[in-house]
């Protein structure tokens, strides 16, 4: 039987690995937002923006850059790679723009409210988890 140290960091894993997949769609909004960019720099603009805590596989990119694609809320041109192929500059279309303020709207804006943010600052007397 795990003690409750272990416990609580097993817990505490799983909740963060909801949190990041949870999260993958607003940093590629957020990347896009930033200004086009092609696959591997918007890998690169999430794992930098994060501190590394959200670590993407560009396939995952991919795919959800096609879904997007799908529903008009991005797009690409194509762009000259560097002495390669020619690569998909993909953007955020009004579209995307709308559906992503609304969405920090609703859903980010709220951890700036004065009685959340004591809440979330306020620190419990540690006690041991044995």
Known sequence: MKN????SEQLLEAWEETHKKGQLTLWIFLAL???????????????SNTSQTII???QSLYRALRKFQ????????PGKGDGGPDR?????????????????????KLF???????????????????
Request: contains cysteine; hydrophobic residues 30%; proline residues 7%.
């Open 33 to 47: 937002r930033d200004g086009p960019k092609y696959v591997s720099e918007i890998k690169a603009f999430i794992e």
């Open 70 to 77: 799908q529903v008009e809320m991005t797009g690409y041109n």
């Open 56 to 58: 993407c596989e560009e």
């Open 112 to 130: 700036f409210i004065p009685e959340i943010t004591t809440l979330m600052n306020r620190k419990q007397p540690n006690k041991p988890l044995s």
């Open 4 to 7: 409750k140290k272990e416990l």
């Open 88 to 108: 998909k500059y993909y953007f955020i279309t009004p579209m995307g723009e709308d559906i992503l303020d609304r969405f920090i709207e609703r859903n980010i």
